[in-house]
């Protein structure tokens, strides 16, 4: 079955600094992938999205690459601030058939000043 | 636009007891996604309501179910509460036809006492 692998959290990182969190899934057929933001206490707010190989999804400074070779789509940021702090859910789903999310576990970022 | 609605937002059960929960879906949204956020076990997929119908369901047990009307919005119901039931439900939208990118309301935190 479909699977969404993440790094273990928390990361803790100064503001202004780089962040990548990695991401790597196994599907079956052809998936589109997404990345999710829950601030404490609210719900899931979608980040960003690629639907096809080598798409490049972007929104508020974050991005990803769609890598269907290394069947990955890491999560970067080149400046964190402290408002970034949250955790972050990579996911995917296959427009045919099951059409849920399949989640990772989640990765917690801390951003200090 | 107004975004997912959910309620309520916390709900206090004992065990033995039934839960019921709702969502009304971004106006003109017909797909309807129930999903469990339980502490230690991430993100796992419940149900899926389309056209008032129940297409796809994860792995929970029957007791776990619910249903969808004719405007679209949607009751999950919990009989017979668990202890381990507590968690934080989330439901997301989306049009069948045209999107993959489903939009997450903020949340029922259920507590099982």
């Known amino acids: 079955g479909d699977s969404v692998t993440q790094m273990e959290g928390p990361v803790t990182l100064s503001e202004e600094a780089f962040l990548t969190i990695n991401c790597t899934y196994t599907?079956?057929?052809?998936?589109?992938l997404f990345w999710y933001v829950q601030y404490p206490g609210e719900g899931l707010q979608l980040l960003l999205k690629a639907t096809k190989a080598d798409d490049k999804g972007s929104n508020k400074g974050f991005e990803a690459t769609y890598r269907k070779e290394t069947t990955s789509f890491h999560l970067e940021k080149g400046s964190v601030q402290v408002s970034d702090s949250a955790v972050y859910f990579c996911?995917?789903?296959?427009?045919?058939?099951?059409?849920?999310?399949?989640f990772g576990s989640g990765t917690r970022l801390q951003v200090q000043p | 636009e107004a975004g997912v609605t959910q309620s309520p937002t916390h709900l206090i059960k004992t065990r033995g007891q039934q839960a019921t929960l709702r969502c009304s879906p971004i106006?003109?949204?017909?797909?309807v996604y129930w999903y469990q956020q339980a502490l230690g076990l991430g993100l796992q997929f419940l149900l899926w309501?389309?056209?008032?119908?129940?297409?796809n369901r994860g792995n929970f047990p029957p007791r776990f179910s619910g249903r969808q009307f004719p405007n679209y919005s949607s009751e999950l119901n919990v009989n017979a509460l668990e202890l381990e039931d507590s968690a934080l439900y989330l439901c997301a939208s989306n049009d069948r036809e045209y999107q993959e990118t489903q939009y997450f309301g903020p949340g029922t935190r259920l507590l099982v006492l």
């Open positions: 996911a995917l789903s296959e427009y045919t058939g099951r059409r849920a999310l399949t």
């Open positions: 309501y389309d056209e008032g119908e129940e297409r």
């Open positions: 599907a079956t057929g052809y998936p589109s």
């Open positions: 106006s003109g949204h017909t797909s």
